[in-house]
């Protein structure tokens, strides 16, 4: 049984950084894709970064350029460094761990694990 633990969530001013983690257990992390979504109220969930397990990542248009997604194989763990954040940022932010997710790494149909979450809130 795969588990997904986040941690680095947290209330910053707009134009701050924060570094969210997801550590992995009960699996091969270093054969599977790792992806951040995230979730504000009253919004649908929206892919944010992803990373195959060959290191290619992948972002959505309004964080490109900001956030910047890894991962460590050694330590189970991905991260996604988030910098100048902005208050349409705040959401619940998810990771989410798939195998053979092949083209499909925007799509949270693609992931079969997924952590409890981390709150991020970005002050104006």
């Known amino acids: 049984q795969v588990q997904l633990v986040e941690s680095g969530g947290g209330l910053v001013q707009a134009g701050d950084s924060l570094r969210l983690s997801c550590a992995a257990s009960?699996?091969?992390?270093?054969?599977?894709?790792m992806a951040w979504f995230r979730q504000a109220p009253g919004k649908e969930r929206e892919f944010v970064a992803a990373?195959?397990?060959?290191?290619?990542?992948y972002y959505t248009v309004s964080v490109k350029g900001r956030f910047t997604i890894s991962r460590d194989n050694a330590k189970n763990t991905v991260y996604l460094q988030m910098n100048s954040l902005k208050p349409e940022d705040t959401a619940v932010y998810h990771c989410?761990?798939?195998?053979?997710?092949?083209?499909?790494?925007?799509?949270?149909?693609?992931?079969?694990?997924w952590g409890q979450g981390t709150q991020v809130t970005v002050s104006s």
């Open positions: 009960g699996g091969t992390f270093s054969r599977d894709a």
């Open positions: 989410a761990a798939g195998y053979r997710v092949l083209q499909n790494y925007n799509s949270g149909l693609s992931y079969r694990y």
């Open positions: 990373i195959t397990e060959n290191d290619v990542a």
